[in-house]
Each structure stands twice: as structure tokens, then as C-alpha cells.
């Protein structure tokens, strides 16, 4: 639990809440509890998915999708804090995943290919075959770029490539890879077909985005909250 994100802010303070997973996860078998999906995003180290993958294994319930966003990495770098180790650890996880959800650096550290800035859809091809290698049943490739004033996402699923391209916009946001992955997972279990829920997602993002630009000062977060409507528009579609 973090009183900000760690980008921008000075003084930052959390608390580690690490071996609490375990105990939590405990309950939820004595309870009976079993999900239709299980989704992570940011895992703070190599014991989280160690545990992650045991909450995998005795928590999910018939037909559970499992969804992980290997959130470790971008611009070519990891994040702060994580190491090879943390890196072989996530691999393992995505082979357990049903679809997985990286940008390009992740790919490429997932897959040890050599990243670049520039590429075809030939290169893009080539990571998806090696992730499907590590296990990947699914792919959805965020951030894929095949012209300078445009992005979108590519979605691999039984074999079959689906592009969405879509503007891109001159101002990033902290925070829209956390959006676009809960957006496609919330479409998903609501029963949208993948590439459908890829699209939604992919909108739902840009807006976000859009609302955040509007306002000059804004830096720290994209604004979500006042384009939910939209969301749940599409969704309802």
C-alpha cells in the first residue's frame, strides 16, 4: 500500500503487506470462495508471485481466467527495484496466464530479445511466438506502433493476429496501462469477445487521456473518473 506512486512525488511512504497474501488466501479457501477470474498488475517481488501462483492454483474456480500484466518495465529499463531474478520469477508467472497483457519492453525481457524503438510487424510477430513458447495462451500487445501518429494493440488468440490502431496522443499519463488492462479485463468477464474487449479498453484509454489533457497542470494520474460513463456505455453495447 503506497501513499503515491513512486514517479514525481518525494517522500513517498507504504507498508509491505507481502506475507498477508498467504494468510488471506488461506481464508478464502476455509470460506469456500472460488473466482471466475483472477487479474494482477504490479507485483512488488519475487515472493508476490511466488504466492500469486498459489492463489492460481487453489482459489480459481471452473473455466477461471487468469490475467497477468507483467507491470515491471518500459522505455527499454526495468523498474526500480527489480532484477533479473524478479524477471525469470514473471516469466513463470505468464506461462500459467491465460492472456497476458505486456508493452514492448516487457516482451522483450520476457522473451530476452533485444529491444528497439523502431520495428515492423514481423518483429511484433516474432516476440508473440516466443511468448506463446514460455506458455502464453493469449497475447495482448499494448502500445504497438506502426506509424508515427498512431498506437494500438495487438491481440493473439488461438493462432489468429487482431491490430486495433488508434490516434495517438502527444502527452502521456501516469497510470493508462493500469487503465487499459482493468478496462480489457472488466470487458472480458462481462463476456465481450477478446478483440471487442481489446477495442473498448483501447477507447477507453484514449479518453482518459483526452480528459487528463484538458486540464494543463494535471501530471500525476490520468483522469478515469469522468469518462466512466463511456466505458460503461460500450459495455453495455
Known amino acids: 500500500v503506497l501513499s503515491t506512486h513512486t514517479g514525481g512525488f518525494c517522500g513517498n511512504t507504504f507498508r509491505d503487506l507481502t506475507e498477508d497474501m498467504p494468510k488471506i488466501k488461506e481464508h478464502w479457501v476455509k470460506e469456500g470462495i472460488r473466482f471466475d477470474a483472477i487479474y494482477t498488475g504490479y507485483l512488488?517481488?519475487?515472493?508476490?508471485?511466488?504466492?500469486?501462483?498459489?492463489?492460481?492454483?487453489?482459489?480459481?474456480?471452473?473455466?477461471?481466467?487468469?490475467?497477468?500484466?507483467?507491470?515491471?518495465?518500459?522505455?527499454?529499463?526495468?523498474?526500480?527495484?527489480?532484477d533479473a531474478v524478479f524477471v525469470e520469477a514473471m516469466k513463470k508467472l505468464c506461462g500459467k496466464a491465460d492472456y497476458i497483457l505486456p508493452n514492448i519492453t516487457e516482451a522483450c525481457l520476457l522473451t530476452d530479445t533485444e529491444y528497439k524503438t523502431e520495428y515492423d510487424r514481423d518483429y511484433i510477430e516474432r516476440l508473440i511466438g516466443k511468448l506463446v513458447d514460455l506458455g502464453c495462451k493469449n497475447i495482448v500487445f499494448t502500445g504497438i506502433s506502426y506509424e508515427p501518429d498512431k498506437t494500438g494493440v495487438v491481440v493473439y488468440e488461438n493462432g489468429k493476429y487482431f491490430y486495433y490502431e488508434h490516434e495517438k496522443l502527444p502527452k502521456n499519463c501516469h497510470g493508462t496501462g493500469d487503465i487499459y488492462a482493468s478496462a480489457f479485463v472488466g470487458s472480458l468477464v462481462r463476456g465481450k469477445a477478446p478483440n471487442d474487449a481489446a477495442k473498448i479498453a483501447a477507447d477507453y484509454a484514449v479518453e482518459c487521456m483526452k480528459a487528463t489533457a484538458e486540464e494543463e497542470n494535471h501530471w500525476y494520474g490520468a483522469k478515469f473518473e469522468p469518462v466512466l460513463g463511456k466505458l460503461i456505455a460500450a459495455l453495455n453495447e
Open 44 to 82: 512488488g517481488s519475487t515472493k508476490q508471485i511466488e504466492y500469486v501462483e498459489d492463489i492460481f492454483n487453489e482459489v480459481s474456480g471452473d473455466n477461471c481466467l487468469k490475467l497477468v500484466d507483467p507491470a515491471m518495465a518500459d522505455h527499454g529499463k526495468l523498474y526500480v527495484g527489480f
